[in-house]
């Protein structure tokens, strides 16, 4: 591991020359590139004059090697528990099912809800089919997909759950347009596909225009995931800040990074109630590592994020000014290295030197940055929540997932055998396709089936009911894998019809 500058450590309680409270940053050095990109990205903060306690800390390949499945010891969870921010370098998660992501361990267990990736082309230095791009996304951090909770039900299929939730997308847009109005930025863009997720992206999309209305000075828009990400690729320029949930966020800013030259220019914030963390966005680029050529540039402009986060704008611009002014003097590493636009192709610390050289100059054809005046961005959440209005929840059905090899036919007289007497039978889907009754014999059919019952007419419905109709298919040997309940919520249906329904 890299020793930490100096100025990094820990200041003796008279130094004179440090303000009384230095921000306590958690280092992590990180694995392949990581180490490399870490130093001479710590180098550059050092020299601009950045100040903050370094504490290291050791995560990923060694910790797991060390035997924490998790990646990260619990002396680091010590040192995250006190620190003001975590700058991190890019882990590389073994493969193997006994190891979790030690990046998505950190956002949820961190709390860190919200990921901000801002993505300029910096045409004509690097070479880019959009030169007018200039865009933020701001991602879902620990919903969605990656809440992780997946499994096997059969022998043909598996399942992962996708959880999301009002206060998480309440936290999440809103987090959008109090940066855009402290950035001033025009305009948010929100992407889902609630045209088929009804419930759960139809949710994100309707607290954005909840949320929105609060923001009426900010243009805003939504768009279907697809056609936003093509819209994206093409015409960069028509996007200002998007905001968007876990799963869209982590496509859509790679393809943004991407289109700006490449991933080795693109820095996040991961911003949490109390610490936030700061990182590229790219991995640990095994095939590199050790090499000395890796781009240092995410890792630059993830500091410059935090520092700007800390209330040291001034430090921050003077960074990503000497940073543009390095890229725009030619002075490139590989990735973005292109013979006609570079001057020349520099190694991990030539760059950093480059950078530092430049300290204290402006960029001359870019626009130079300035953020002194760039206001904390509120976390709004945190303020005393109005009282939520309930909704009267009614328990309408029930959905009984069943394994079997039977045809549709068979499976429901089989279970309208099992349960003769308490709820009928409404419909049997394969993979959310109706099969029953009234199927379409070109179906294709796996082993897996939603077997909705529901009551008719004022015949309701209760848990002890549920546990009958448990009881009586266990009874005649029914394999169900598991039951849903089917919920109302001041009338409104909270579950979505089979497919031909
Ligand atoms: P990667 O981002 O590491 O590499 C993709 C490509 O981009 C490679 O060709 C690499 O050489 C290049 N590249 C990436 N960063 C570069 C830089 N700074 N300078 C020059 N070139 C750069 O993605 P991957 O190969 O899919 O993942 C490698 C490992 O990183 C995996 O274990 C993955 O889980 C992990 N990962 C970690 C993070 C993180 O810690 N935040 C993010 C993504 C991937």
Known sequence: MAT?????????????SLPALVPTIAIAHGDGIGPEIMD????????????????PISVGEEVYRAGYSSGISDEAWDVLADADALFKGPITTPLGSGYKSLNVTLRK?????ANVRPCRSLAPSVSTLHPELDIVIVRENEEDLYAGI??????????????VSRPGCERIVRHAFEYAKANGRKKVTCFTKSNIMKLTDGLFQQVFTEIGEEYPEIEQDHMIIDIASARLAARPQDF???????????????????LTGSVGLGASANIGERLSMFEAIHGSAPDIAGNGIANPSGLILAGVMMLTHLGQGKTAA?????????????????????EGS???????????DAVIERLGSKPQTFTPVDYEDVAPIPDRAQETPAPRNRAQRKLEGIDVFV????????LARDLQVATAGLIPLQMITNRGVKVWPKGNPATFCTDHWRCRFQPQGHLSLNKPMIVEIQRRLAAAGIDFIKTEQLYSFDGEAGYSLGQGQ
Not at 109 to 113: A, C, M, P, S, Y
Not at 150 to 163: A, F, G, I
Not at 240 to 258: F, H, K, R
Not at 322 to 334: K, N, V
Request: net charge negative; with cysteine.
């Open 342 to 352: 570079s001057k020349e192709r520099l190694g991990t610390e030539a760059f950093a």
């Open 240 to 258: 200002d800040v998007i905001v968007t949930s876990n799963l869209y966020g982590d496509i859509v800013s790679d393809i943004a990074a991407e």
């Open 109 to 113: 267990t961190l709390g860190l809800f």
């Open 40 to 55: 001479a990205a710590l180098r550059v903060l050092e020299d601009a004059g950045a100040e903050f306690q370094a504490v």
């Open 150 to 163: 997946e499994h096997r039900q059969t022998h043909d299929v598996y399942q992962c759950l996708k959880l």
């Open 318 to 338: 003077r960074i990503h000014n000497a940073w543009l002014r390095t890229i725009e003097d030619g002075l490139h590493p590989g990735d973005i290295y292109r």
């Open 4 to 16: 930490i500058p100096a100025v990094f450590e820990q200041p003796s309680p008279s130094s004179p």
């Open 403 to 410: 394994m079997s090899e039977a045809d549709p036919e068979t």
